[in-house]
């Protein structure tokens, strides 16, 4: 199992543009989620699914979007690239059996996307 | 809301002393908690979880204790080695969330 897998690991963005981060994993987890890690601070939740088809927003959506047409991939888009979205981008998955279940079980992340939007 | 306060790092050791990370948590309700790890280059991992008051995580000799009356989850391990130089995040959930409410991290490095 290659786990939770992004691309790009690095990527310079100008203002204004757009691109999309890639995630996939291959666990056949049900649950993804987009984190953003800021310098000198804890991962901020952005995006998250409870499956295929199904997306919701967490702490900072503004300014990305998210889909989820499979379970295996779940990519973020950005539109409008600007400086406050420099950050590292974590992915994670995890498996639960039941939606209503809180989020005791662990959550695996991929290697990160380090972002810089110049 | 809820949130999580870390000690501040970086943390700068020798090897076999002992480690102390300080995790004090705010939250309403009774939150799962969490120590994740981040080695450089890597994402977080899983290190240790406790879910109800006075459990006790621990893994690969890593030891945290949820104590509901001081509203900590401190992270300690008797003999660090250089190999557990990474960053460690403290983190919590509630029932129901999907969110996991991180600290700010503590940067460790472990000298031989």
């Known amino acids: 199992n290659a786990g939770v897998t992004q691309t790009p690991k690095f990527r310079i963005l100008k203002i204004g543009q757009s691109m999309t981060l890639q995630c996939a994993q291959d666990m056949n987890h049900n649950y993804m989620y987009w984190y953003r890690q800021d310098p000198g601070m804890g991962l901020k939740l952005i995006y998250y699914?409870?499956?295929?088809?199904?997306?919701d927003k967490g702490e900072v959506p503004n300014g990305y979007n998210v889909s989820r047409s499979t379970t295996e991939d779940f990519p973020l888009r950005l539109e409008l690239a600007a400086p406050s979205q420099t950050s590292v981008y974590f992915c994670?998955?995890?498996?639960?059996?039941?939606?209503?279940?809180?989020?005791?079980?662990?959550?695996?992340f991929g290697p990160g996307t380090r972002l810089t939007v110049l | 809301g809820d949130s999580v306060t870390q000690m501040e790092g970086p943390v700068t050791l020798s090897e076999e002393a002992f480690l102390t990370i300080n995790c004090t948590y705010t939250a309403t309700g009774y939150p799962s908690l969490f120590w994740y790890v981040q080695y450089p280059g890597e994402g977080l991992q899983l290190l240790l979880k406790a879910t109800k008051a006075d459990d006790k995580g621990s893994n690969k000799g890593f030891e945290a204790t949820y104590r509901k009356e001081t509203t900590s989850f401190h992270l300690e391990k008797g003999s660090v080695q250089v190999s557990d130089s990474a960053v460690y995040f403290c983190a919590l959930t509630q029932g129901g969330s999907e969110k996991l409410v991180f600290g700010k991290g503590t940067k460790l490095t472990v000298n031989p």
């Open positions: 699914s409870v499956g295929a088809g199904i997306t």
């Open positions: 994670a998955s995890r498996y639960s059996p039941l939606q209503t279940e809180a989020i005791r079980d662990e959550q695996f």
